[in-house]
């Protein structure tokens, strides 16, 4: 069983950062995909950006390419969204989830943080 817990959001004004982090305990870290997905209120849960296992790279959805990046810290078991340039648009629940090896999608989620961009 893996547990994820968010952390880092907060209200910020347009143009701002902030960096979200997303702590697992359960199993091995190293080898779970990592991601983070928002949703938008009255809206359904959107992909934001994913860290593959082994380094085998990263994603993001275009709406905040080169604006956010996703890392991650195996020896603490953290992934993290660093979140420049904040727009009113990025205003979302942020949760992080894990994919496990030999599985094709996200089982286990965090419980979301809260994001606030103001203009």
């Known amino acids: 069983q893996v547990q994820l817990v968010e952390s880092g959001g907060g209200s910020v004004q347009a143009g701002g950062s902030l960096r979200l982090s997303c702590a697992a305990s359960?199993?091995?870290?190293?080898?779970?995909?990592m991601g983070w997905f928002r949703q938008p209120p009255g809206k359904g849960r959107e992909f934001v950006a994913a860290?593959?296992?082994?380094?085998?790279?990263?994603s993001y959805a275009d709406s905040v390419k080169g604006r956010f990046t996703i890392s991650r810290d195996n020896a603490k078991n953290t992934v993290y969204l660093q979140m420049n340039k904040l727009k009113p648009e990025d205003t979302a629940v942020y949760y992080c989830?894990?994919?496990?090896?030999?599985?094709?999608?996200?089982?286990?989620w965090g419980q979301g943080t809260q994001v606030t961009v103001s203009s």
């Open positions: 359960g199993g091995t870290f190293s080898r779970y995909g």
């Open positions: 860290s593959y296992w082994s380094g085998r790279g990263t």
């Open positions: 989830a894990a994919m496990v090896p030999g599985r094709e999608q996200y089982d286990y």
